[in-house]
């Protein structure tokens, strides 16, 4: 009897299916959100085929072969340089430069997959050579650079990038002050350090020069197989080439700086500090160098004196350690605001926004960062957009690595509520906005499917000697570097040419060469 009771006893019901967060601002709900920034997130990244992987090696060998031209027929670039290459144009936020100087490109209708390369024009990595940054002038994370303890053969070699200043103090001490090891130490203020300053003015306006002549050497002896520039234009301090490689649009923006090893005593204090990537990466993996960057203090800066400090090294370590979900937050903000931020410039560009990232993840909980709720990247997106909307109506970013340095202190009250209002606007919506994301991303992946069958239709590379087309030959060695690319994900990616043998370039992937 109990048996046939319970048989037709109703069966207690199914646990509720648990609600998605709603977001307060906007009503829209958070697993919505998060659906949408995965696909933002999945059509940004594209299709990566055979076909597109050898094009953009033959993109990255015409570049690196061009810059041994460079070396070969100017001679002052150093001999065995080392590049960093970073994923992403300049106006994707891979570095702090001002946002007024880059250009106007758009994904889809300019170019197919964009790059940035630094390219030391001096690489003072020798640890015997005496360097001082000459910071009395210059606001935070700002430095003036002299030459006048390198050799004589540095000397010669850039004393046409080089300027004298006059009347300043000639009384020097011995106190350099406290410094961690391996650092670079920085000018008292009463220390003298007189003429041959390395002028990033005359440094971007040499650099643009030698290459385009190199790139127009290469235009007069096209090869089959090899990518041709479309477009060589200059952008501020960056020299900007499109080179229509088979079907793809490789940008690069290329930008010659100084590079160093060791650790700036001006950004000691940074390695004392709690943070979010402590026993992922080594401290040696976190600080293996430096850079200066041809780009000036936007409140009255010298652009004939004034280099802007730069740990574009550190941060590729850095980007290893963040946790998926705030990888995707962040890489969807960008898209969004890429497009409220494009007409007018106003002082803002996407590094602030890489900036909030590092303190983010300083500051919360990395069980936070990483959850694996459905809700987590669409929460995080509204987190990063919220942090920027509080930066810019306080006008304080602080520079990760050199918190002393306010970033957003040039904004003027007009261009902050600009920005803020603009902020606002996709704050009070941000499902339309990432649509209006996910349907940019979809026309430029159209456009590059469409470019791609027209490449196909058009006959054999051999009735087309300058357009790019990838031989079958060098299948192997475009295998090859997926493969490092694969294998290695964002590691520091360095590679050296020697300029008696541009065609082998050698790639460094953080410790280990190939």
């Known amino acids: 009897m109990e048996s046939l009771m319970s048989a037709v006893a109703p069966r207690s019901p199914a646990p509720a299916k648990k609600l998605s967060e709603v977001d307060f601002r906007s009503g829209a709900t958070l697993e919505q959100l998060s659906a949408q920034v995965s696909e933002l997130v999945l059509l940004e990244q594209g299709e990566f085929r055979d076909q597109t992987a050898l094009e953009v090696h033959t993109a990255k060998d015409f570049i690196f072969n061009m810059l041994g031209l ?20 300049a106006r994707e936020g891979v570095l702090d430069l001002n946002p007024e100087d880059l250009g106007d490109y758009a994904k889809g209708a300019d170019f197919d997959l964009d790059f940035t390369l630094l390219v030391p024009a001096l690489k003072l990595h020798d640890r015997n050579q005496p360097v001082t940054l000459d910071m009395r002038h210059s606001p935070p994370c ?33 106190d350099e002050g406290e410094m961690g090891k391996g650092s670079i130490p920085s000018l008292g203020p009463h220390q003298s350090l007189d003429g041959c300053y390395f002028s990033p003015s005359l440094v971007t306006d040499w650099f643009w020069g030698v290459v385009s002549e190199a790139v127009e050497e290469l235009r007069r002896s096209p090869q089959r197989g090899i990518p041709t520039p479309d477009r060589l234009e200059r952008n501020g301090p960056l020299t900007t080439i499109i080179l229509q490689a088979g079907s793809s649009r490789v940008l690069y923006d290329l930008l010659p700086v ?25 401290e040696e993996e976190a600080i293996s160098g430096f850079y200066l960057l041809p780009c000036c203090s936007p409140l009255g800066g010298r652009p004939d004196r004034e280099w802007r400090l730069a740990f574009s090294r550190s941060e590729v370590q850095l980007k290893k350690c963040i946790p998926f979900p705030m990888a995707q937050a962040f890489q969807a903000a960008k898209a969004v605001l890429s497009r409220i931020l494009a007409r007018p410039r106003a002082g803002l560009s996407l590094y602030h ?21 459905p809700d ?27 918190p002393q340095c306010n970033m957003l202190e040039h904004l003027t009250d007009s261009q902050a509520l600009l920005v803020a209002r603009k902020l606002a606007h996709v704050r009070s919506d941000p499902s339309e906005h990432l649509q209006a994301a996910v349907d940019q991303a979809q026309q430029a992946g159209q456009l590059k499917k469409e470019a791609t069958a027209s490449t196909n239709g058009c006959g054999s590379p051999g009735h087309h000697p300058g357009n790019g087309i990838i031989l079958p030959s060098e299948d192997k060695l475009a295998q090859r570097l997926q493969q490092l690319v694969t294998e290695n994900p964002g590691k520091s990616i360095s590679v050296f040419l020697n300029p008696d043998d541009v065609t082998r370039p050698h790639f460094r992937i953080d410790d280990k060469f190939y």
């Not at 390198?150 to 103090?169: A, F, K, M, V």
């Not at 090893?261 to 990466?281: C, M, Y």
């Not at 987190?383 to 690595?401: M, V």
């Open 353 to 373: 926004l890489r900036t909030l990232l590092f303190w983010a993840c300083d500051r919360l909980p990395s069980a936070y960062l990483s959850c694996p709720e």
């Open 258 to 282: 100084v590079s160093f090893r060791g650790w700036p005593a001006v950004a000691q204090g940074w390695l004392t500090a709690n943070h979010f990537w402590d026993g992922k990466i080594t």
């Open 376 to 402: 987590t990247p669409g929460r995080l997106l509204l987190g990063l957009l919220d942090d920027l909307a509080h930066c810019i109506l306080g006008k304080n970013c602080p520079n990760y690595f050199l």
């Open 142 to 174: 700002h430095s003036w650079l002299s030459l006048r303890l390198c050799d004589s053969h540095t000397l010669t070699r850039w004393s046409i990038c080089c300027q004298e200043e006059n009347g300043l103090p000639s009384e020097e001490e011995d």
């Open 70 to 89: 460079v070396q070969k027929v100017d001679q002052r670039l150093p001999v065995a340089n080392e590049y960093l290459l970073l994923s992403g144009g």
